[in-house]
């Protein structure tokens, strides 16, 4: 690629990088706290872009004139660029006309639950029922508070819904530390009055209390608590679809 190539590519993807940080499309891709570094970026790479034009026409307009009898084409000889430079354009491309969908169901059931340690201590739920809890909080005090804090109490929950091998539903939030690259999946398995119909990626919002059932992870062998379902009922997704609860 030539500087004006190189350039068109760098503020082009400085312009979809900014597009994503100013609509909702980035949450695809990152946690929401990583906005106004995302804009800081696609900002740089705009004007990286367009310092390189400027530096270019600059250096063109301070090149002395071709001398008579010498070759008037000073980069006659000059190496081509190989044509593999032009894929330099395709991330670009994928990130103009490809808007991913949020993680799902396929990647949940193929990767390891993230409830592997401990948390060092749940607070305590709000009076009134039903409490709304996150999935992430109610796997957590399941899991590791053996129910303490959740007898009695009826939850309110939400997750898109999968299905494992054998047929049991679970409803999951995936957890991130960074990206969707390093997302990792909290299941709770659902039991009691289920729907009758379960499609995959529902989401699900449902009611039911705690249940000491619990079952291992095929995948890493973490727990997946269970939650005995009183009331479920299908919902719109969320502006977010991932949880960034678990890292605080």
Known sequence: ?????????????????????????????????????????????????????????????????????????????????????????????ALVLVAPPALGSYSAMRTGTALQKQPWGFADLPEGDPVRLSLVDYAGRAAYDHGRSLDDRRIRTAGFLAMGGDGTPYLVRMALSCCAADAQPVKIGLTGHTPTVLRPDTWLEVTGTYTGKRTKDPVNGGVVPFLDVTEAKPIKAPRDPYDESWNG
């Open 1 to 93: 690629m030539n500087r004006q190539a190189q350039a068109a590519v760098l503020f082009l993807t400085g312009g979809a990088i900014l597009h994503a940080g100013l609509t909702d499309l980035y949450l695809r891709y990152v946690k929401a706290g990583l906005r106004p570094l995302l804009l800081a970026a696609g900002v740089v790479l705009m004007a990286t872009a367009i310092a390189t034009l400027w530096y270019d026409r600059r250096e063109r307009r301070t090149q002395p004139d071709a001398h008579p009898g010498s070759d008037p084409r000073p980069h006659a000889h000059a190496h081509r660029e190989p044509g593999v430079a032009w894929l330099m354009t395709l991330p670009l491309l």
